[in-house]
């Protein structure tokens, strides 16, 4: 099976799930380290969508100025610009196979995609 996962490597979470990924026998593992490689405005509405969640709920505020511009109240298409402008303000770290996709916060939320 084919993952992806979107991942920052200074984020204790995004290395926890990367390890489990990483132990899982025959995953084709595909690792994006989004904050040099965004994805696209149009990727985050379909990982959005198949984890069924909103951008809103996919959004960083710890570290970030997220509450300070609003985005907390913003509605989906100034949170998903704000995101595609600034891949910070990505809530991590996403994983998406064949069976959906999770923002793996707990990292252990990685299992209901394996």
């Not at 379909?46 to 509605?75: C, F, K």
């Not at 989906?76 to 196979?97: F, G, I, K, N, Y």
């Amino acid at each position: 099976m084919k993952a992806t996962i979107w991942h920052n490597p200074n984020c204790g979470t995004s290395r926890n799930t990367l390890a489990r990924l990483q132990a899982e026998q025959g995953l084709d593992l595909e690792v994006i380290e989004y904050l040099k490689n965004p994805p696209s405005r149009d990727k985050l509405v379909q990982l959005y969508r198949d984890a069924g969640i909103t951008p809103r709920q996919g959004l960083r505020v710890r570290g970030t100025d997220a509450e300070e511009r609003g985005l907390t109240n913003a509605g989906d298409d100034a949170v998903l610009d704000a995101m595609a402008a600034d891949s910070r303000l990505l809530e991590r770290p996403l994983v998406e196979t064949k069976k959906g996709v999770r923002l793996c916060r707990p990292a252990e939320t990685v299992e209901e995609i394996l």
